[in-house]
């Protein structure tokens, strides 16, 4: 029995050795505070991943359950449902607004005011290299900010990876 726990436990590590933690970039991370008894709340955030992979699933300590959701126009009402993946192709920024997704925290723990960081963890699966864990921070901006975009710096670097 030993023996065959052991030989697993090789195999988990040789199958995760060639995705190392930095392959998988989360940049500008942000949900709004919530308002006076909402009790979920959005985040948008954008991923650059260097092999092709697949977002497949989020929690977060600050709330009871999280989960990747879609929206869409549906007889003229905006309905988000919950998503079990999304791709993320290689080598490209993609943010999660732009491609009409959000990730939702629902049954949150406490609001979420102003100036806070929420802790969020990510699951990817990459090609097939297996699983990772990406651990990010979503900032909280005022109720009723404007969306935060990626900075001038951050477009050019987009713009010349897509070309
Ligand atoms: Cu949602």
Redesign the pocket.
Known sequence: MINLFRFGGLLALFLCSSAYAGDIQIQNAWARATAPGQDAA?VDLTITSKHAAALVGVSSPAAETAAL?S?QMEGGMMR?REVASLDIPPGKALNLRASGH?L?LMGLKEPLKEGQTVPLTLNFRVGKMGMMKVKTRARVIALTAPAPVMGNSGDQKMNMKMH
């Open positions: 959005s959701h929206m988000m959000h939702m």
